[in-house]
């Protein structure tokens, strides 16, 4: 290893790094080790076709990494968070309004609401691009990771392709395979809740004379008191475009761990079924939802040496390292 490797004085050398996955991870860890003067290639199993939309938020702390890395921060199209809204489950009024005009004062940074797709581009670009400092990053897609010789760097794909880097770096999600070559298996089960996902366009919502949530530019969230599992939780993306709605409720109601986030989408009326008592302007942005796909829920157990804080890398994982940004 160390083939590609150029040394410096100080003892920095630029490395070759082999990012497995392309998603919001794998082009976040792209960017920063492109700016750090790295060389690196991502690989990425799909070819990005047929990805659905959702909310993502990014909270000061990864906004001020967007600036750091130079992100062109309008091509994400975010919603800057003004208020935190809870409302009461039948009526919909707020029960508790928490006010963040003083955050971006207070944090240093604002808090965005990203639509995933958007994020995902605004990242790509600057990731790939030429312009600004470092290497552009390149990517392979269609390169599905099936091992890793962690002693010579070697990824080895299903394409029958394989690759070598002083680095590899897996961010290939939660069901990272990665991580299971590197030893690290986290226990997982199903949580007890399910969520289903719908997206409601606000033009759509307004035309049909509904309330406009979007003027509010707030995360908004009616139940999930008194221990219960049912809430809704509304989060503005797309400039305020589209409005994305994850919808909890216990797993008696509806279980979907078998199926895909990539899956079929689901009937409003199966959307609807679990809360006959939700306030009715709510509810009636949700029988126009579309794109109603189930967000899986699990509760997973950290690894202990994460954990800990002992050691995060074994000595035999030396040529990999793991990222994952899914809470899931
Ligand atoms: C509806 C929904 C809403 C969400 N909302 C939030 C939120 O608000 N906040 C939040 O932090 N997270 C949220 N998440 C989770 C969100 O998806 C993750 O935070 C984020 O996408 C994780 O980024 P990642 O790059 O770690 O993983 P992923 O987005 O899963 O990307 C992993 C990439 O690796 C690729 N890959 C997988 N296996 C291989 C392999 N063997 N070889 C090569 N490539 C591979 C995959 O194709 C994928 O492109 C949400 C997820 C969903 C579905």
């Not at 062109?72 to 928490?98: C, F, M």
């Not at 091992?147 to 680095?167: E, M, P, S, V």
């Amino acid at each position: 290893m160390g083939s590609h490797t150029s040394h410096t004085s100080s003892g920095w050398r630029c490395l070759s790094v082999g990012v497995v996955g392309g998603g919001i991870g794998g082009m976040s860890v792209a960017i920063s080790l492109r700016r750090a003067g790295h060389n690196v290639t991502i690989y990425e199993r799909n070819d990005f076709a047929g990805e659905v939309g959702a909310s993502v938020s990014c909270a000061a702390n990864g906004t001020r990494w967007l600036h750091e890395w130079g992100v062109d921060v309008a091509k994400g199209d975010p919603v800057v968070l003004r208020k935190l809204i809870n409302r009461d489950w039948k009526t919909g009024e707020p029960v508790s309004v928490y006010d963040l005009e003083d955050y971006e004062q207070r944090w240093g940074y604002v808090y965005n609401m990203f639509h995933r797709q958007y994020m995902h581009a605004m990242l790509k670009d600057c990731a790939l691009q030429d312009e600004g400092p470092g290497n552009p990053a390149k990517l392979m897609v269609n390169h599905p990771c099936k091992g890793i010789d962690l002693d010579t760097g070697t990824i080895y794909f299903d394409n029958g392709k394989t690759a070598q880097h002083d680095l590899v770096v897996g961010a290939d999600g939660i069901g990272s395979v990665v991580r299971k070559i590197i030893g690290l298996t986290p226990d997982k089960r199903p949580a007890p809740s399910s969520c289903l996902h719908a997206n409601v366009l606000t033009e759509d919502a307004v035309k049909l004379g509904l309330v406009d949530y979007s003027r509010d530019s707030a995360l908004q969230y009616w139940g999930g008191q008194e221990g219960k599992w049912d809430k809704i939780v509304l989060s503005p993306c797309n400039g305020g475009k589209l409005l994305s709605y994850y919808c909890f409720f216990p797993r008696e109601k509806g279980d979907y761990v078998n199926q895909t986030w990539r899956g079929e989408d689901r009937p409003v009326e199966e959307l609807l079924a679990p809360f006959p008592e939700l306030d009715p302007q709510v509810k009636s942005h949700l029988a126009i939802g579309i794109e109603i796909r189930p967000w899986r829920l699990w509760v997973q157990c950290v690894s202990p040496s994460l954990r800990t804080g002992e050691r995060v890398i074994k000595p035999e994982e030396r040529t990999a390292l793991t990222t994952s940004f899914d809470p899931a």
